[in-house]
Nanobody, 121 residues
Framework: QVQLVESGGGLVQAGGSLRLSCAAS????????MGWYRQAPGKQRELVAA???????NYADSVKGRFTISRDNAKNTVYLQMNSLKPEDTVVYYC???????????????WGQGTQVTVSS
């Protein structure tokens, strides 16, 4: 079994910072892309940032210059450093990883349980 466990969400004032972490555990052979998505009530889940195993990154336009994604391959962990937070960043954030399980037949996407980020004005 493969599991993604997120941490680091919470309440912060506008202009503040938070750091999200997501650790993948279980019978993992390899991890390809890792990323963070967010979903507001009644809306589609959208990509916030993603990073490949080689370190290439891409970001949503709305977070460029404010958020930084990074990963520690040795720990199977991805991070999202969020600076200059705005009230419109208030939403549930989900970790995603494209993983090849030890006994799997191919890569598949796994999701974390979600962590709430609330930015007060």
């Amino acid at each position: 079994q493969v599991q993604l466990v997120e941490s680091g969400g919470g309440l912060v004032q506008a202009g503040g910072s938070l750091r999200l972490s997501c650790a993948a555990s279980g019978s993992i052979f390899s991890i390809n892309r890792m990323g963070w998505y967010r979903q507001a009530p009644g809306k589609q889940r959208e990509l916030v940032a993603a990073i490949t195993s080689g370190g290439s990154t891409n970001y949503a336009d709305s977070v460029k210059g404010r958020f930084t994604i990074s990963r520690d391959n040795a720990k199977n962990t991805v991070y999202l450093q969020m600076n200059s937070l705005k009230p419109e960043d208030t939403v549930v954030y989900y970790c995603n990883a494209n993983i090849l399980p030890v006994h799997g037949s191919g890569y598949r996407d796994y999701w974390g349980q979600g962590t709430q980020v609330t930015v007060s004005s």
